[in-house]
């Protein structure tokens, strides 16, 4: 995972949510701990785009402990994100929810869509990623 992005002030915001990188994704990214992501729809916007950026210690602290791999894979040289559509953010239980996203790439030439619904919980405030479940 490498980053990309140019000037984090002035970007466009990878998660597509049309907000200045630096005041969208970037706020969670940079590991204030008093700044974390509000709501599941948020976090996964924010892992999006830690994606996008080569964040892999960003995606294995928003991954839930019970869940989370030891080490996460490189992207494959060449694999470059497209962009973000999501579907459904569902608040199932005070601390739980649901994102169903799909996340656009392009890798050797060809397009690949990456459907998922996500369940996130929320422990001592924090929310975080447990797992989902892909569409084909």
């Avoid at 964040?55 to 992207?75: K, Q, S, V």
């Amino acid at each position: 995972m490498t980053s990309s992005l140019a000037s984090p002030s002035v970007t466009p915001c990878p998660c597509g949510s049309g907000a200045l990188y630096a005041a969208c994704c970037g706020r969670w990214h940079r590991g204030a701990e008093h700044l974390q992501a509000p709501d599941a729809e948020a976090l996964m916007r924010s892992r999006y785009s830690a994606y996008v950026l080569g964040l892999a210690d960003y995606l294995l602290d928003t991954w839930h402990p019970g869940t989370r791999p030891a080490a996460l894979e490189p992207d494959p040289p060449g694999l470059r994100w497209l962009g973000l559509e999501v579907r459904r953010h569902e608040v199932t239980s005070e601390d739980r929810a649901v994102v169903e996203f799909v996340a656009r790439s392009k890798l050797g030439g060809r397009a690949h869509r990456l459907h998922e619904t996500s369940r996130f919980v929320r422990e001592h405030g924090r929310w975080y990623y447990v797992d989902g479940d892909i569409r084909a």
